[in-house]
């Protein structure tokens, strides 16, 4: 890993996911993909489940209740390799910029909370599943490994990203901050934890604005919106439409000196764009660099197993590896 600092213009989606339907989520990434890309964006972040949308019937009823929507959700989740990672990958070719965007990820019977990068050839060249689902999401998803914790070394920087309460996690913070991460994917679902609270958006926006002071990170914070549209979709009663109020969306770029260098409206979609010097860092690494000076081996220590963990190991089977451009193209001809 070789330290870089160019300039760059980041983007973040503020996104409406078309709730539990894989085609119209993906077409509607694919646009806003190409869209910023348009608009010469170098790096482009996408809010946590934007395909095929956020669980949110987990905070509305019981496990039993949720059963139908879990089965569409199964459904419409994201294989890899598959026709829509083929058409997520040919978008992010299209644009000419890195994507980071947060799936629900069906591997066998199983689905994980998964962000996905992809290269400005279109490969595939990472993937990040959360950790450790949040209180209700463990009835959806499944628990992710630190080998799957990727910073990707490239022309634009060191990139990397968490979501959602993973921000919350000192250890979590940590280990990033042990990678160089330079530019940073803060993937969340709207801001409403507690519709009940006023303050209930602002505590998101602490832990990614805590995140980019913490290690020195150029933050994108991409959330969705709530919309009358997915409530058709999930909602079965009056009571559970009133736990969701339409927007609440907090997307915004954080500076790593904890200053907000764009944002969003709460209830838009739309892209928001900020041009980044990555040597803006140098100074606040000055002052607090987490994994370096400022850091207490002596006292406190931290170790990260990331080799690969399973509970069944199959012998002579094929790795993980970067999917290309042309493999996925070639693997998701296979699959339609």
Known sequence: MSMIYPKVKVAAVQYAP???????????????????????ANVIAFPEAAIPGYP?????????????????????AVEIPSPAVQRLSQAARDASAYVCISVTERELGSLYLTQLWFDPTGALVGKHRKLKATNAEMTIWGDGDTSLMPVLD????????????????????????????????????????????????QQCINAALYYAVSNGTFTLVASQIW?????????????????????????????????????????????????????????????????????TPGMMQLYVDQSEHKSVHLEGGRPQKTLSYEELQFEGEKAE
């Open 154 to 201: 490239t022309e634009y920087g060191e990139l990397g990203g968490l979501q959602c309460w993973e921000h919350y996690i000192p250890l979590n913070v940590a280990t990033m901050g042990a990678t160089g991460e330079q530019i940073h994917v803060s993937s969340w679902p709207i801001g409403l934890a507690d519709p009940t609270h006023p303050f209930a958006d």
């Open 18 to 40: 078309k709730m539990l339907d894989l085609d119209a989520s993906i077409a509607h990434a694919c646009d806003m993909i190409r869209e910023a890309g348009t608009n010469g």
């Open 227 to 295: 919309t009358e549209e997915q409530a058709d979709v999930i909602c079965d009663t009056d009571d559970q439409r009133a736990m969701m109020e339409v927007g609440h969306g907090f997307t915004r770029i954080i500076g790593p000196n904890g200053c907000v260098l764009s944002q969003l409206p709460t209830d838009e979609e739309g892209i928001c764009y900020a041009d980044v010097d990555l040597a803006d860092a140098i100074p606040v690494k000055y002052f607090i660099d987490t994994a370096g000076h400022y850091s």
């Open 56 to 76: 949110w019937w987990i905070w509305m009823s019981d496990p039993g209740s949720g059963m139908k929507y879990y089965a569409r959700l199964f459904q419409n």
